[in-house]
């Protein structure tokens, strides 16, 4: 933790920042996970089981989120399956990607000839 | 479940497959679960089956990646603990442990280090070698699509004849599978070449104007010949410009006058540039050298090809022929098509082509084709040598882990896997292999200078012969193969065994000493196995060596001096000539230390043969069956300087003068050959299917010569008095009465006085001639024998260590031998029984293996079979013998233990 610098995990997959996503706010399983990310875009990504299940495996290694117990409460009816948190530094590497977004998205905006509408 | 989804949900687990064990176990269920949830959403489409397999591989991969080429101590899925059998950090400790090891153990390491590098370095010179020789391409654009083409003389078995003018334009105009077909003089020729002194020898290769762009290759400087050029249009070769012209580039355009006729030099070829190679060039010409200073342009309308009614000749042959194919055309469908010209050949003109039909091979074959198994044979050699030398040093790795162990137990126990102590184990045998790969290296650089050095001359491209970046790569592959090798069994054994006991042994314990031990006799077998099959391989060759030189050349070669001269060409007439040489022969004769003098036209060993039909008189016999013999004339007293017997009739005399009736002598292969039984002094003959020539008396019979090569059968020759028509570039052959060399200067200074214009070249003698003639031999030879050498020394090191170990193992029981009253002679005929079993068993083995590879060599051998049973039983017994030998070291000093220290050193 000591060396730990958000930016070094910068760009983020688009798949690993959709999981950072949608851990944001409460932890979920795999299938949860995918359902979140679909409802999430409308129906327009489909995430695949495999670029999913990967993605995880390599942010529980990075420790961007973690294995958690199934919480208790109505929503988390299935025990047989892992739940995923995610980590502080999940959260940090998550608000540097979106500041890193940010920025970029600023800089688009500033180009008129980027902007909707614009001959 | 309907069966659609049974089918989809198995269809799953089969994709789930190309996923890594540990990645199945950790989300497989899950994945599962997702994908039947999944099953109504119309998502689980071929589609999602492809990405589920494509992700699975991705994972695989990365799972690979990261185990093997940048393992870290991060924990992760395929390693939670973070622990890794391997890691670089492992691995660094190794070779540091390696490196300390290596430098308290100085003797052993130099002792593999040096025998690997010996067996690497040695395997990648030859492969160099090899590389130069055999496989690269030849210097030539597309060199895959040209092949030579002969005429095929089938009556007397001449497959590579070269072919006539005549026969050479009719086939040029029928190769329909041929993209183009050019020709050159199937010899080369010495030019005389006036610069701007007196005359000099160029040896020069006639080509039609066609062939360099057949070849695909142009000048370095200025152009090279091309089609459309005239006559007289000349490019030299880089060596000799430098050599010449001291690279002077202004010498483009140069005039010049070449054998009386003016010449122009229009460019200079560059330095890898070679045409024609020793094995292009037909069996008749003049000059015995190949190292071509000049290309000239051949013209077809030449008086060398067209006879007085201005047609093309059909009956003398001496081009030779290079073509190159059409795309996709094969060399078997060259060969038919030109065959099939050749047959409507041999019908429209059957008097001179009945019984000729075509070669065509392959013109790398044909360049290197006959030095191909000498070479194999070497590699075969090298080979089995580095395979000593990984037994060998098997043998010290092994003999070192009895010695370390204890540690191996120790470590075990802390708790070392058996994969952790096999890593340090090939940690080790790589490091040293590739230790004596690299100073292999160094043996390369000068064993491909030695072995250049040592080449016989006539090994075709030598001089392409040098070490590049594929030959590195092969010596890293050669090492790597040979660490894994040299480490794998003995890693395997020394992890094997279960090592805790030893930790209880004493410091001389001798656990798993027994199976040790069982390894270690395996490994000198194979040692002595394999030194059978070099010594028997060496031995053949010997024996043929010894045959071949043994061998009567039909002459006698010691104080003999020869040399090449080209008279000058103001000489026209003949009878201008025959006074030139009856001075120039009075000269020589008035040298000191000179004996006898006598020239020919071409001299045996050093120079190649020219052929004619005969025929006699009184014999009615077909003009395309007339008999094929070799055709020489006699100059002054050659028989008498060369040595060569008469063994009928008489020598040429003054009688024998231009204006009296011709005369020849004929030697007893060819009085055999077309006289049969009858007396052949006296009988008639004519040159040449030629009816209106002079019939000639043959007056003497001569002992037969081997002119081709100590090894070719004499073949049937006939002798005609060289002043009835003399020669223009004759061989001189000087009989001396000391040392022929030392005569060489003298006849130098001679020549230099008797006639400036006079040019002398190529002083040989005769022993130089006949030793160059041997030179693939003996080259092969002493290869092939330091290998067998080598081979038995290995051998004997090997059998010495195995029984020393033996013999410290057994100090113990021996004493007890000793002690309880057995004679020490008991003791050392124990220990040499036990080394004369171990040689028997490898000289049987070897024995078995040679059998079934020195057939292979049988090319390589002169007069002795390849399973000659004297060198085998030789070589068995000298084996057994050398291994006894090596026994007594230590079995004299089993002899000599101290029973009471033996018992008491427990």
């Given at each position: 933790?000591?060396?730990?610098?958000?930016?070094?995990f910068?760009?983020?997959?688009?798949?690993?920042?959709?999981?950072?996503?949608?851990l944001?706010?409460?932890?979920?399983?795999?299938?949860s996970i995918?359902?979140?990310?679909?409802a999430?875009?409308?129906?327009?990504?489909?995430?695949?089981?495999?670029?999913?299940?990967?993605a995880?495996?390599?942010?529980?290694?990075q420790n961007?989120?973690?294995?958690?117990?199934?919480?208790?409460g109505?929503?988390?009816?299935d025990?047989r399956?892992?739940?995923?948190?995610?980590?502080?530094?999940?959260?940090?590497?998550?608000?540097?990607?979106?500041?890193?977004?940010?920025?970029q998205l600023?800089?688009?905006?500033?180009?008129?000839?980027l902007?909707?509408?614009?001959? | 479940?309907?069966?659609g989804?049974?089918?989809?949900?198995?269809?799953?687990?089969i994709?789930l497959l190309a996923?890594p064990?540990?990645?199945?176990?950790h989300f497989?269920d899950?994945?599962?679960?997702d994908?039947?949830?999944?099953a109504?959403?119309?998502r689980n489409?071929?589609g999602?089956?492809?990405?589920?397999?494509?992700?699975g591989?991705?994972?695989?991969?990365?799972?690979?990646?990261?185990?093997?080429?940048?393992?870290?101590?991060q924990?992760?899925?395929y390693e939670?603990?973070?622990?890794?059998?391997?890691s670089?950090?492992?691995?660094?400790?190794?070779?540091?442990y390696?490196l300390r090891?290596?430098?308290?153990a100085?003797?052993?390491?130099?002792l593999?280090?040096?025998?690997?590098a010996?067996g690497i370095g040695a395997?990648?010179?030859i492969?160099t070698?090899v590389?130069?020789?055999?496989l690269?391409?030849?210097?030539?654009?597309?060199p895959d699509?040209?092949v030579?083409?002969?005429?095929?003389?089938?009556?007397e078995?001449?497959?590579?004849n070269?072919i006539s003018p005549?026969?050479?334009?009719?086939?040029?105009d029928?190769?329909r599978?041929?993209?183009?077909?050019?020709?050159?003089?199937?010899?080369?020729s010495?030019?005389q070449?006036v610069?701007?002194?007196p005359p000099?020898?160029?040896?020069?290769?006639?080509?039609?104007p066609?062939?360099?762009?057949l070849?695909?290759?142009?000048?370095?400087?200025?152009?090279?010949i091309?089609?459309?050029?005239?006559?007289?249009?000349?490019?030299?070769?880089?060596?000799?410009?430098?050599?010449?012209?001291?690279?002077?580039?202004?010498?483009?355009?140069?005039?010049?006058?070449?054998?009386?006729?003016?010449?122009?030099?229009?460019?200079?070829?560059?330095?890898?540039f070679?045409?024609?190679?020793?094995?292009?060039?037909?069996?008749?010409?003049?000059?015995?050298?190949?190292?071509?200073?000049?290309?000239?342009?051949?013209?077809?309308?030449?008086?060398?090809?067209?006879d007085?009614?201005?047609?093309f000749i059909?009956?003398?042959?001496?081009?030779a022929?290079v073509?190159?194919?059409?795309?996709?055309i094969s060399?078997?469908?060259?060969?038919a098509?030109l065959?099939?010209?050749a047959s409507?050949?041999?019908?429209?003109?059957?008097?001179t082509?009945?019984?000729?039909?075509?070669t065509v091979?392959?013109?790398?074959?044909?360049?290197?084709?006959?030095?191909?198994p000498?070479?194999l044979?070497?590699?075969?050699?090298?080979?089995?040598?580095l395979?000593?030398?990984?037994?060998?040093?098997?043998?010290?790795v092994l003999?070192?882990?009895?010695?370390?162990?204890k540690?191996?137990?120790?470590?075990?126990?802390?708790?070392?896997?058996r994969?952790r102590?096999?890593q340090q184990a090939?940690?080790e045998?790589?490091l040293?292999?590739?230790?004596?790969?690299?100073?292999?290296?160094?043996?390369?650089?000068?064993?491909v200078q030695a072995?250049?050095?040592l080449?016989?001359?006539?090994l075709?491209?030598v001089q392409?012969?040098?070490?590049?970046?594929t030959?590195?790569?092969?010596?890293?592959?050669v090492?790597?193969?040979t660490?894994?090798?040299?480490?794998?069994?003995?890693a395997?054994f020394?992890?094997?065994?279960?090592?805790?006991?030893a930790?209880?042994?004493?410091?001389?314990?001798?656990?798993?000493?027994?199976?040790?031990h069982h390894?270690?006799?395996a490994?000198?077998?194979?040692?002595?196995?394999?030194?059978?099959?070099?010594?028997?391989?060496a031995g053949?060759?010997l024996?043929?060596?010894?045959t071949?030189?043994?061998?009567?050349?039909?002459?006698?070669?010691?104080?003999?001096?020869?040399?090449?001269?080209?008279i000058?060409?103001t000489?026209?007439t003949?009878?201008?000539?025959?006074a030139?040489?009856a001075?120039?022969?009075?000269r020589?004769e008035?040298?000191?230390?000179?004996v006898?003098?006598?020239?020919?036209?071409?001299?045996?060993?050093g120079?190649?043969s020219?052929t004619?039909?005969v025929?006699?008189?009184g014999?009615?016999?077909?003009?395309?069956?007339?008999?094929?013999v070799?055709?020489?004339?006699?100059?002054?007293?050659?028989?008498?300087?060369?040595?060569i017997?008469?063994?009928?009739?008489?020598?040429?005399?003054t009688?024998d003068g231009?204006?009296s009736p011709?005369?020849?002598?004929v030697?007893?292969a060819m009085a055999r050959r077309?006289?049969?039984?009858?007396?052949?002094?006296?009988?008639?003959?004519?040159?040449?299917?030629n009816?209106?020539g002079?019939?000639?008396?043959?007056?003497?019979v001569?002992g037969?010569?081997?002119?081709?090569?100590?090894e070719?059968?004499?073949?049937?020759e006939?002798?005609?008095?060289?002043?009835q028509n003399?020669?223009?570039?004759?061989?001189?052959?000087?009989?001396?009465d000391g040392?022929?060399?030392?005569?060489?200067?003298?006849?130098?200074?001679?020549?230099?006085?008797?006639d400036?214009?006079?040019?002398?070249?190529?002083?040989r003698t005769?022993?130089?001639i006949?030793?160059a003639?041997?030179?693939?031999?003996r080259?092969?030879?002493?290869?092939?024998?330091?290998?067998?050498?080598?081979?038995?020394?290995?051998a004997?090191?090997?059998?010495y260590g195995?029984?020393?170990?033996v013999v410290?193992?057994?100090?113990?029981e021996?004493?007890?031998r000793l002690a309880?009253?057995?004679?020490?002679?008991?003791?050392?005929?124990?220990?040499?029984?036990?080394a004369?079993?171990?040689?028997?068993?490898?000289?049987?083995v070897?024995?078995a293996?040679?059998?079934?590879?020195?057939?292979l060599m049988?090319?390589?051998?002169y007069?002795v079979?390849a399973?000659?049973?004297i060198?085998?039983?030789?070589?068995?017994?000298?084996?057994?013998?050398?291994?006894t030998?090596a026994?007594?070291?230590p079995?004299?000093r089993?002899?000599?233990?101290?029973?009471?220290?033996a018992?008491?050193?427990?």
């Amino acid at each position: 933790m000591d060396h730990f610098r958000a930016d070094t995990f910068l760009p983020l997959t688009p798949v690993a920042f959709e999981v950072l996503l949608a851990l944001a706010d409460q932890s979920r399983h795999g299938y949860s996970i995918l359902l979140e990310v679909e409802a999430r875009s409308g129906g327009t990504v489909t995430l695949h089981a495999g670029t999913l299940y990967r993605a995880l495996a390599r942010l529980v290694e990075q420790n961007l989120i973690e294995e958690m117990d199934a919480p208790v409460g109505p929503g988390h009816d299935d025990e047989r399956r892992r739940y995923y948190g995610i980590t502080p530094r999940g959260v940090a590497v998550a608000r540097a990607e979106i500041a890193r977004l940010e920025g970029q998205l600023a800089s688009a905006r500033s180009r008129r000839r980027l902007q909707e509408g614009a001959a | 479940m309907s069966l659609g989804s049974w089918i989809a949900n198995r269809l799953f687990g089969i994709a789930l497959l190309a996923y890594p064990r540990a990645f199945r176990r950790h989300f497989g269920d899950e994945m599962r679960d997702d994908f039947r949830r999944r099953a109504g959403s119309g998502r689980n489409t071929p589609g999602a089956f492809a990405a589920l397999v494509r992700d699975g591989l991705r994972e695989r991969a990365t799972a690979v990646a990261r185990w093997t080429l940048w393992p870290n101590h991060q924990p992760h899925l395929y390693e939670p603990s973070g622990r890794h059998a391997m890691s670089w950090d492992s691995i660094r400790a190794d070779v540091r442990y390696t490196l300390r090891q290596a430098v308290q153990a100085p003797l052993y390491t130099l002792l593999a280090v040096s025998a690997l590098a010996l067996g690497i370095g040695a395997n990648s010179a030859i492969f160099t070698v090899v590389q130069g020789v055999l496989l690269k391409p030849l210097p030539y654009q597309h060199p895959d699509q040209l092949v030579t083409v002969w005429s095929h003389n089938t009556a007397e078995n001449k497959p590579e004849n070269p072919i006539s003018p005549a026969n050479f334009a009719d086939l040029r105009d029928q190769a329909r599978s041929f993209a183009a077909l050019e020709g050159y003089f199937s010899f080369v020729s010495n030019t005389q070449i006036v610069l701007d002194g007196p005359p000099e020898i160029a040896v020069t290769s006639f080509v039609s104007p066609g062939l360099f762009e057949l070849l695909g290759r142009t000048a370095m400087l200025g152009r090279a010949i091309q089609p459309g050029d005239g006559a007289g249009i000349t490019v030299i070769s880089h060596g000799y410009w430098q050599r010449r012209f001291g690279s002077d580039p202004s010498v483009v355009g140069r005039q010049v006058t070449a054998d009386g006729a003016p010449a122009t030099i229009v460019g200079v070829m560059p330095p890898e540039f070679v045409f024609p190679y020793m094995g292009m060039v037909g069996p008749t010409g003049f000059t015995r050298t190949m190292d071509v200073d000049a290309w000239t342009t051949m013209m077809m309308t030449g008086p060398r090809m067209v006879d007085q009614s201005g047609r093309f000749i059909r009956n003398v042959h001496y081009l030779a022929a290079v073509g190159r194919l059409q795309p996709g055309i094969s060399v078997e469908q060259a060969r038919a098509g030109l065959a099939a010209a050749a047959s409507r050949l041999e019908q429209a003109y059957p008097d001179t082509n009945k019984g000729w039909t075509t070669t065509v091979t392959a013109l790398h074959e044909q360049v290197v084709g006959e030095v191909r198994p000498a070479l194999l044979v070497l590699t075969g050699g090298v080979a089995l040598i580095l395979l000593m030398a990984c037994v060998n040093v098997a043998n010290l790795v092994l003999a070192r882990g009895v010695s370390r162990q204890k540690e191996l137990a120790i470590r075990a126990t802390l708790g070392a896997t058996r994969g952790r102590l096999m890593q340090q184990a090939l940690t080790e045998s790589l490091l040293l292999a590739l230790t004596g790969g690299l100073l292999g290296l160094l043996v390369v650089r000068w064993g491909v200078q030695a072995l250049i050095a040592l080449a016989p001359a006539n090994l075709p491209r030598v001089q392409e012969v040098a070490p590049d970046g594929t030959v590195f790569l092969v010596t890293l592959c050669v090492a790597l193969a040979t660490g894994t090798l040299v480490g794998i069994v003995p890693a395997l054994f020394a992890t094997r065994a279960d090592l805790r006991p030893a930790l209880q042994e004493s410091s001389r314990g001798s656990v798993g000493s027994r199976s040790r031990h069982h390894m270690r006799a395996a490994l000198v077998v194979t040692e002595l196995a394999l030194a059978v099959v070099l010594s028997v391989g060496a031995g053949l060759l010997l024996r043929s060596f010894a045959t071949v030189m043994t061998l009567d050349p039909g002459f006698r070669p010691e104080n003999l001096l020869t040399l090449q001269m080209s008279i000058p060409y103001t000489l026209t007439t003949p009878d201008a000539r025959r006074a030139y040489y009856a001075q120039w022969f009075e000269r020589l004769e008035g040298i000191p230390g000179v004996v006898a003098v006598g020239g020919t036209t071409r001299i045996p060993l050093g120079s190649t043969s020219v052929t004619t039909s005969v025929q006699v008189q009184g014999q009615d016999v077909p003009t395309s069956d007339l008999p094929e013999v070799e055709f020489r004339r006699a100059m002054h007293d050659y028989f008498e300087a060369m040595g060569i017997p008469i063994r009928r009739g008489r020598n040429f005399t003054t009688e024998d003068g231009p204006t009296s009736p011709p005369t020849v002598i004929v030697n007893e292969a060819m009085a055999r050959r077309v006289f049969g039984q009858e007396n052949p002094i006296g009988q008639h003959i004519r040159t040449g299917p030629n009816p209106s020539g002079p019939w000639s008396t043959v007056v003497g019979v001569i002992g037969d010569i081997r002119h081709s090569g100590l090894e070719a059968p004499p073949a049937a020759e006939m002798y005609v008095n060289y002043l009835q028509n003399p020669p223009v570039a004759p061989f001189i052959a000087l009989r001396t009465d000391g040392d022929p060399a030392a005569v060489a200067e003298r006849v130098r200074v001679a020549a230099a006085a008797f006639d400036s214009t006079l040019a002398i070249y190529d002083i040989r003698t005769m022993q130089q001639i006949r030793s160059a003639a041997v030179a693939e031999r003996r080259f092969l030879l002493l290869l092939i024998g330091a290998f067998g050498v080598l081979a038995l020394v290995l051998a004997a090191v090997g059998v010495y260590g195995v029984m020393a170990l033996v013999v410290s193992e057994r100090t113990q029981e021996m004493g007890v031998r000793l002690a309880l009253g057995a004679p020490p002679s008991t003791v050392l005929s124990m220990i040499v029984r036990q080394a004369a079993t171990l040689a028997a068993v490898g000289v049987t083995v070897g024995v078995a293996v040679a059998t079934a590879l020195t057939p292979l060599m049988a090319s390589q051998l002169y007069g002795v079979q390849a399973l000659d049973p004297i060198t085998f039983a030789g070589v068995a017994a000298l084996l057994v013998a050398i291994a006894t030998l090596a026994a007594l070291v230590p079995a004299r000093r089993a002899m000599r233990v101290d029973p009471l220290r033996a018992l008491r050193c427990d």
